[in-house]
């Protein structure tokens, strides 16, 4: 998984995440912290199972039942957003510090953040059916360089 330096202060540590939990009378296992660790600083915007791999690697124990709990209760608590993208499959977010939006690549399913601002999009008036909206996510669809990369010269545009 994919860890980056600059979401130090959108992403709250493990030592802040366990102290949420014990607030809110939420128990804190090994387990949790060990999730609480995997979950630093990922950009990856990781699956369960990806979570659950990543925790396994520390420790062997660990069951994919727990890893799930454990991510259901930080996404009801506010701490990670738990996002379908149309991927397939729930994505986790733990940056919930910072407003942004998400790529998803079509080919791979990666999906990174987008810092960018939207501030001026709305529902245009009529439209929404009488919808109160507070919010809006933008999700822009398309290749990863990755997948760009390997796609055979053919199918290149010219």
């Not at 296992?29 to 999730?35: D, G, K, L, P, S």
């Not at 039942?65 to 149309?86: I, N, P, R, S």
């Not at 953040?113 to 933008?138: C, I, K, N, R, S």
């Amino acid at each position: 998984m994919e860890k980056a330096a600059t979401l130090a202060d959108a992403v709250k540590t493990p030592d802040q995440l366990t102290a949420v939990f014990r607030a809110r009378g939420r128990k804190v296992t090994a387990q949790r912290q060990c999730i609480f660790r995997v979950l630093q600083g990922d950009v990856s915007h990781p699956t369960a199972e990806a979570v659950y791999e990543a925790a396994r690697a520390e420790m062997e124990t660990i069951s994919l039942k727990t890893v799930y709990q454990t991510l259901h209760e930080l996404a009801a608590l506010g701490e990670v957003a738990a996002l379908d993208l149309g991927t397939g499959t729930a994505r986790f977010d733990p940056n919930v510090g910072t407003v942004h939006h998400h790529l998803v690549c079509r080919s791979c399913g990666r999906v990174r953040d987008l810092h960018a601002d939207f501030t001026g999009l709305q529902v245009p008036e009529g439209a929404g059916d009488g919808y109160e909206v507070g919010d809006a996510e933008v999700v822009f669809r398309g290749l990863c360089a990755d997948c760009v990369a390997l796609r055979p010269a053919a199918a290149m545009p010219r």
